[in-house]
Every structure is written in C-alpha cells, then in structure tokens.
C-alpha cells in the first residue's frame, strides 16, 4: 500500500457542485499539506494541519474547507466548484527529517 | 508573488550533457531548499536537499549549488540520461514548503 493514498484519482463535477477529495497516511506522521498544481504555476499551498487540532490557510485557500478527521486523513472540500478550480490536487505529509511524501494526486475537472 | 523563482521553464539537453535549473528566493528565513522530481501521473519526490550552511551537496549524478549571499540555489544533473526526462522543482522552507514553478527537461539519446 502506498504511502499517503489520494482518492480519487480522477473526477468529473459540475459547476456548483461540493465535492471532497480524501487523503490517507500510513507513516504516522502529525503534519500533512494540501497543494494544487497548475501548469506554469508550480505548486501552491492550499491549507496544512501540524496536527489534529491544527488548521492553517495557505497562500491560496479562497474557495477551499478542510477536515483533520484523525492523524491518517486530511480532506479537502470544494463547497460550490468553479472551473478555474480545475487542477491536479497533492497531499503530502511531512516527517521528522523535513522530507515531504506526496501521494499520486487527483486530477479534478470542473465542468 | 512568487517567493520562489524558478528557471528556464523547459530545457532541453542531450544525453550525458550537464542539465542546470536555477532558483531565487526572497525570503532570508528560509532554512531548507530541497529539489523535486515528479514524473508524469506520479507525485513529486525528493531528491535532493540544503540548508544554507554548506555551499554544496552531491548525490550521485545530481549536485546542488548554494549561494547564500545571492540568494540563489542551482541544481546540476551530470550525464544526463534520458531516465531524467521529468518536471523538477525547487523549493524552500521555514515551516511548510514553497514551491518553484518547475523546470520541464527532456533528455534525448
């Protein structure tokens, strides 16, 4: 099983719509990070938790909700999707040694 | 504004020719500057990582170059291979990492 686990992988919404992308951990660790990437942007951070009662915006967090359920899983909630929300989504999770793992990201259309 | 500056865009480079992607940063806080490499449908992974109180780190093929004055950090792959074909991104941290805009190489035989 992979490390940090990412569903799903694909997903086709419409305007308006709500829609939650999950992310699980295996590793244990207490810090885990939500980024978009778009083409000619690079990544940007879209909120992160350094633990479960820890809730921080990033630099692009308009139009984004989180939920630190428990230590493993981070989710991610568009509460009324637009199209220039269309992007691939990565969670990652940090450990002692400052390495982030990313998981294989969700490619969201939003139609 | 982009923290993280990052370039060229996209490089092209024959194999085992030298590939050179550059970063600057603004930010005097930063304390960790770690290069990425994402492979299509996959996560970026680590490669290789700084802190700026050595100038230099080698790994194998790929090097980086820091310049603490400047404010500006190099990643260097020797003998490129086209294996090395990927998106690479530079990055820095104080508490959550900032990422550059990434660096298209293409590696041809």
Redesign the interface.
């Known amino acids: 099983d992979a490390d940090v686990t990412q569903t799903p992988r694909n997903r086709i919404t419409k305007t308006g719509k709500r829609i939650m992308l999950e992310c699980s951990q295996t590793k244990g660790h207490d810090r885990m990070y939500w980024y978009r990437q778009d083409p000619g942007l690079g990544l940007r951070l879209i909120y992160y938790s350094f633990d479960v009662k820890d809730i921080n915006k990033g630099e692009i967090s308009d139009g984004y909700s989180v939920s630190r359920q428990a230590q493993a899983k981070f989710s991610l909630s568009l509460e009324s999707a637009i199209p220039n929300q269309t992007a691939l989504y990565f969670c990652a999770t940090q450990g002692e040694n400052y390495g982030y793992t990313f998981g294989s990201g969700t490619r969201l259309t939003v139609v | 504004q982009q923290q993280v500056k990052?370039s060229p865009?996209s490089l092209i480079v024959q194999k085992g020719g030298i590939s050179i992607i550059n970063c600057a940063y603004e930010n005097t806080a930063f304390d960790?500057f770690?290069w990425?490499q994402q492979f299509p449908?996959?996560?970026?992974?680590?490669l290789i990582?700084i802190r700026p109180d050595v100038s230099e780190k080698k790994e194998g093929r790929f090097t980086i170059s820091f310049n603490k004055s400047a404010k500006q950090f190099s990643l260097h792959i020797m003998d490129s291979q086209p294996g090395d074909s990927a998106t690479y991104?530079c990055a820095a941290?104080t508490?959550?990492?900032?990422?550059?805009?990434?660096t298209r190489l293409q590696v041809f035989p």
């Open positions: 990052q865009q960790y770690p990425y449908g996959k996560g970026p992974a680590l990582a991104f941290s508490d959550k990492l900032i990422f550059g805009t990434g």
